[in-house]
Every structure is written in structure tokens, then in C-alpha cells.
């Protein structure tokens, strides 16, 4: 299958700070990128859609303006929390999904940590 | 929008037994079925899909599923578990490759 790159793996950041996660697609061209926010013992959350170069589709309850998605090319999306707070930890996962695509590959997933 | 319901949040089977993972959904229109498998502090894994054709459908590590359309299941199966497969299993529902909804996630524990 398609390879997703997400990185870091793990990030510890101090409270008011901002974080940026990347994932990129290694070896086709994702049109459409997914970010999931997913806790403890929980299922995956869907936070917003992006597709490449246009503004993201964030879900409801979602704050766009902390959680800033930038989808400017073909094979890199960002996810940037910013002015982290403690209840931003959590572990977020992208996924991306090419343009004749009917399934969605995974990124390893990033562990945030906000102390 | 979708709704995917796996009943079991725990399933503790012994090696070597086999083991069901139940996975209902509730849209009446065309879907395109997932399992993906997680593992602790990792992302999620492809184990198999459902797209059209046969409704049963062979995956990876001796994995299978089920589709039925009248009663809009997707169970998975395995025939006899390894220690190796304890993990997280989510089922996942797409319209047409759009948006993916995904279950609450089955615990699957093998016991030796």
C-alpha cells in the first residue's frame, strides 16, 4: 500500500507554545488529507478535511484558528496546534487519500504533550 | 451522516480460538467497508476492505469479513488468533472514498 509519513512521533511542548505536525504522502499525490484527533481508549475524531490548495474543512466543534491546516502541495499537509494548553494532548493522526483513491493510508501518528 | 457501531469494547480470547469482531452500520446507500488494526501509540493499519464484488472478503495476517447488505454488518474473523494480534481493531465506513467514519474500536486481548 501508499506510505504516509507523519512526523514527529512524539512532541513535548511548554503551555502557550505552538506545534506543527507534518504528513506527507511519499509516493503518490494526496488530493485530500483527513487529521484525527484521537483519545485515550477512544476512536479516531475527525478534526478537518483539507484538500490541496484550498482552505481546510474543519468539523463542528473544531477551532480553526488554533488548529491550523495547510495542505499546500500535492504531498504535504500541516497540522499546527497553536498556543497549546494541557487539554491539547492528545494523539493526532492524518490520513490522505489520492485523487482516484477509495481508501484513506494512515500516518504513524503524533503523541502531543502540552506540560 | 454515518453511523458505525462495534458492540464489544473488550474481547479476551485465548490462542489459538477463533474470534468474531462485530461491526454494524447504518446508511442504506453504497459504502465502502474498512478494518484497520492499531497498535499501541502507532497509527492505523489496512487489514482489509470492502469495495463491491464478493462479500467475503480475504485481508492480511489470516484476517476476513463479511459483508452483509441486509443487515449491514461487516464482521471480522479469524479462525485462530496469535498472541501477536492483541491490539485495537476500528471499522470503517466510506461513502464512496469521502470521509471515513470510524467505530469506538474493539480491545482484542489473546490470552496465552
Known amino acids: 500500500g501508499a506510505v504516509v509519513s507523519q512526523h514527529p512521533s512524539r512532541v513535548i511542548c511548554k503551555s502557550g507554545t505552538s506545534v506543527k505536525i507534518e504528513c506527507r504522502s511519499l509516493?503518490?499525490?494526496?488530493?485530500?488529507m483527513f487529521w484525527y484527533r484521537q483519545f485515550p481508549k477512544q476512536s479516531l475524531m475527525l478534526m478537518a478535511t483539507s484538500n490541496e490548495g484550498s482552505k481546510a474543512t474543519y468539523e463542528q466543534g473544531v477551532e480553526k484558528d488554533k488548529f491550523l491546516i495547510n495542505h499546500a502541495s500535492l504531498t504535504l499537509s500541516t497540522l499546527t496546534v497553536t498556543s497549546a494548553h494541557p487539554e491539547d494532548s492528545s494523539f493526532y493522526i492524518c490520513?490522505?487519500?489520492?485523487?482516484?483513491?477509495?481508501?484513506?493510508?494512515f500516518g504513524q501518528g503524533t503523541r502531543l504533550t502540552v506540560v | 451522516a454515518q453511523s458505525v457501531t462495534q458492540l464489544d469494547s473488550q474481547v479476551p480470547v485465548f490462542e489459538e480460538a477463533p474470534v468474531e469482531l462485530r461491526c454494524n452500520y447504518s446508511s442504506s446507500v453504497s459504502v465502502y467497508l474498512f478494518w484497520y488494526v492499531q497498535y499501541p501509540n502507532q497509527g492505523l493499519q489496512l487489514l482489509l476492505k470492502y469495495l463491491s464484488g464478493s462479500t467475503l472478503v480475504k485481508g492480511i495476517n489470516g484476517f476476513e469479513a463479511e459483508f452483509n447488505k441486509s443487515q449491514t454488518s461487516f464482521h471480522l474473523r479469524k479462525p485462530s488468533v496469535h498472541i501477536s494480534d492483541t491490539a485495537e481493531y476500528f471499522c470503517?465506513?466510506?461513502?464512496?472514498?469521502?470521509?471515513?467514519?470510524f467505530g469506538t474500536g474493539t480491545s482484542l486481548t489473546v490470552i496465552p
Open positions: 509516493d503518490f499525490q494526496a488530493t485530500t
Open positions: 470503517a465506513v466510506s461513502e464512496a472514498g469521502n470521509q471515513f467514519y
Open positions: 490520513s490522505a487519500r489520492g485523487q482516484s483513491g477509495t481508501e484513506a493510508f
